[in-house]
């Protein structure tokens, strides 16, 4: 019995554990749709099937700033035109 009752303390405080740790999953996931939200490119990201304020955060952090990707993407553009119309 004493063996029964050590068992029950244990999965109790684990179970403790767990809801705790999806509460402060919840707040953060919070957190983060919150700082997404407020992310200046945060419109265009989310009309992009799929992707929600997580992923879009995570495609953020991955890409950086997407403001330079667009002047890199117009260089490149601008470059190749420069290569079939000659100097």
Do not use: Y
Request: glycine share 10%; net charge negative.
């Amino acid at each position: 019995m004493a063996d029964q009752t050590a068992v029950v303390g244990i999965v109790a405080a684990i179970a403790t554990q767990i809801l705790a740790l999806d509460d402060r999953i919840k707040r953060i996931d919070q957190q983060i749709r919150e700082a997404f939200r407020n992310h200046p490119q945060a419109d265009i990201i989310e009309s992009l099937p799929g992707m929600g304020p997580i992923l879009g955060a995570e495609f953020i952090v991955a890409a950086g700033d997407l403001a330079a990707c667009q002047k890199r993407a117009r260089s490149v553009g601008d470059a190749g035109r420069q290569a079939r119309e000659g100097p």
